[in-house]
Each structure stands twice: as C-alpha cells, then as structure tokens.
C-alpha cells in the first residue's frame, strides 16, 4: 500500500504543469504547499458554524429513526454536517484561488464550484457516504453478482438503491431514453471505448448507460471529490460498468481513481468525456502515446474548455475536441434553470433557514444570478443585486430588483455571491 502511495506521488510530481497548461483544481504536487495551507485556514463564520450545530443536532433524532438505521449506521448525522462544513470551507477556499488567478469577467468554473447542487441534494448523496467500517474502498475486495472486481466503490450493496435514482432521472431525460429506443438496435457507438471523469449522479447513470446501450464501452472516474452518489456507483457497476469513485475521496485518491479508471493493457480508451479537464490532463501528461489514439474529446465544464484552448494555441492538441460547455442549452440548464431550483436547495440545507421576508444580496446579475433572483423572489425574500455590467445591472432593475452596491447592504442575512462563487454568511 505504502509502496503503491509512493508510486502515485512519483506520477504526481512527473505531472507538473507547464505555464500554458493551467493548473487543475487539487494540487499534483501531494504535500502541502504554503499556498494550501492558506486556503485550508479559511473557516466557516461563526454564524454558519452554529447553523451547522444546528442541523447536525436534528440530524441525529432523525437517524434514529427505523427507516433511517441503515444510514445511522453509516454515521449519517456527523457525515452530512462534515459535507457541509468542508463543502463551505472549499467554496471560500475556491473563491479566494478563483480571484486570485482568473480574470473577473471570464466567469471561469472550478471543478469544485462545478459541483452541480441538484449532484449533492440527493438523499444518498448527502447521506450514503461511509461503508459500515469506514474502511477505504480501495482496501476492500467487492464483487458484483456477476462476480466482477473491476471497480472501486464505496458499497456494492446498495445497487438496488441506486437503481430506484436512476429509474426516476431516466423519467426526467426523455431525450437519452428515446436515443436508446431508436438507436439501441442499430449500436453506433459500436467500438467506442470511452473512458469518463464527470459528477457520477443518477443524471449522469443515465447518460452512462445509455452510451453502453448504443454500443459504446465506458468506464467512468468522478470529476469531483465529494459529489458522488454512493448508491448510483454501485447500481453502476453492477449493470456492469466499471466506476472507481465514491463520495469523499481524498486527493490522492482521486488520481488514484483515475488512473485505475484509464484502463488495463487489455483495455484502452479511445474516447474521452471530460468534465473539469483532469483526465484529459492525466493521459495528456502520463500516457502521451495513448493520448495520440484518442479519436475525440467531450469537454464540459468553463475550466476543462479554457485548458484545451491553452493546449491548441500551444499546438499541442493532436485529438478534436467538443466544447458542450458553450452550447446553449448546456448554459441555460446548467446555469440559469438548474441554479434557479438547486442554490436556494443547497442554502437552505446548509443554513436552514426561512428566506420570506429575508434580505438577499445577489452579486452578479448573469446567467446564475437571473436564475437566482427568481427563485429567491418566488420564496418571498427582498433582493438586492450587485453588478459591475451596466447591461446587467439595467435587466435587474427591469426584472424590478433594487440594484445597489454591496456596501449598502449592512444587515442583509445571506450574500450570494454569483460574479465567482457563492456563500452564506
Ligand atoms: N452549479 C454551480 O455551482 C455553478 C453552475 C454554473 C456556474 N457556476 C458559477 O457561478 C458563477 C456565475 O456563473 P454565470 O453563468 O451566471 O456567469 P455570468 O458571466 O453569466 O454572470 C456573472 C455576472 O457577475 C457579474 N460580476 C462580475 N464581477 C462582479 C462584481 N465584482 N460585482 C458584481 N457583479 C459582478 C458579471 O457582470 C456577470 O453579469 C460562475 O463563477 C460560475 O462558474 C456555478
């Protein structure tokens, strides 16, 4: 094992970044540098730690109820006050290096501020996330029913769970479902090797599958270390695709998965489906001669599209690349419609508090913050918006919010910040 750990950190440090190829959200480089143990001083405001208090004090009655046992047993309670205590710390951490770093305007995503809410709203996602010893699932031997080992999940048991996610996201994406209807004979995708690193959510299940089902093989790694549902990677892997991932890897990890995910010898991929760029990076950086076999790359995420432009100024992107990421019904879903339902979810788990009658500063009137806005004034909250783009701040005022600068809001409840990242203060 300590051997393995060793071997992974070599591959870490070969993958140093070159000054056109940005770095990606967690660090290669292993041990902390001074610039992490900054970030890891950023805490949660009081405030936000006695809310914390709060939720984990009710968490605990209600894990002991008789339909939540399995979950006690996971340590339901003290996990999902963890989340949200290293969710916030992460969201301030990525602010600070996603201002540090990026132009304002540019809107840049960082995988961790990638993490799609409607990916950690879910029952299992929130609340599955320790096997019953909290041992490592890399120290543990799983076997699917088939008897396949080729995986590495937290829980192979709760497939079952994680087909019942999966059965109701496949009733909200019609369009996949009649792609597998009408194509699922013919199997296009015949010959597709597809190696993936997204969210894995039951959202993702279904487009998972459904490019087995036209043919394709896939084999899937999770693009963010806290996002996964347990359950969904398990009723994954035993309809036979193999995952490595599961909610609350640590760094390392996290490459680990990826690299096992890649493949064996006998197994090599030809497409990738990238969210984040980090796999694309790993088979750019460590298996370049791989890399060159790659019939084509599916980017989605601001980050991974920014990273592949660097590499194809640097003429050094030998493989066609789709940006998803600019495609209209990916920025309106993803932004604007999900954000509309998903931040005032993840607000009001991690603060638990009403928003009718609140004050609420929205910093950014974009594609999140319009979505945003409405929901908030949909729950009866007073909105105030900030904006540097005098276009923006005009459709705030004509949407009839009170467009105003930040500090003269001096008792607002709750700041959302939607120019960069998002907090609760
Ligand atoms: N699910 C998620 O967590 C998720 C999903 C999508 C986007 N995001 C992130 O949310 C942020 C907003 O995304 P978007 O698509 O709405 O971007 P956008 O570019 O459409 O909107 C950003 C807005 O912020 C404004 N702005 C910039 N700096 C500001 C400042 N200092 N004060 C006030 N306003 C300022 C800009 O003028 C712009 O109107 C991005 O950082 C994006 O990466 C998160």
Known sequence: MAEEKEQMRASCEYLTLTDEY???????????TEENSKYQEVKCSPNVLQMLKAAES????????KEGEEMTEDGKGEL???????????????????FNKRPIKAGHRSLS?????????????????????????R??????????????IKNI?????GRREIQIAEQEMPALMVLRKRAGGEKPLAGAKVVGCTHITAQTAVLIETLSALGAQCRWAACNIFSTQNTVAAALVEAGTPVFAWRGESEEDFWWCIERCIGTDSWQPNMILDDGGDLTHWIYKKYPSRFKKIKGIVEESVTGVYRLYQLSKAGRLCVPAM????????????NLYCCKESILDGLKRTTDVMFGGKQVAVCGYGEVGKGCCAALKALGAIVYVTEVDPICALQASMD???VIKLSEVVRQAIKTWLGGNIWTE
């Open 22 to 32: 940005p770095p990606p959200h967690t660090e290669l480089d292993g041990p902390a």
């Open 58 to 65: 009710r968490c605990t009655p209600q894990s002991q109820d």
């Open 80 to 98: 999902v006050t963890e989340a949200l205590k290293t969710d916030m710390q992460l969201q301030l951490t990525d602010q600070k290096q996603e």
């Open 113 to 137: 501020q990638s993490i799609s809410q409607s990916s950690t709203d879910s029952y299992s996602s929130v609340c599955s996330d320790s096997s019953e010893d909290g041992s490592s699932p």
């Open 139 to 152: 120290d543990k031997l799983q076997k699917t029913s088939k008897g396949s080992s080729d995986f590495c």
């Open 157 to 161: 048991k709760h497939a079952d769970f």
């Open 323 to 334: 940006n998803v990421n600019d495609s209209v019904t990916k920025q309106k879903f993803d």
């Open 400 to 402: 009839g919010f009170r």
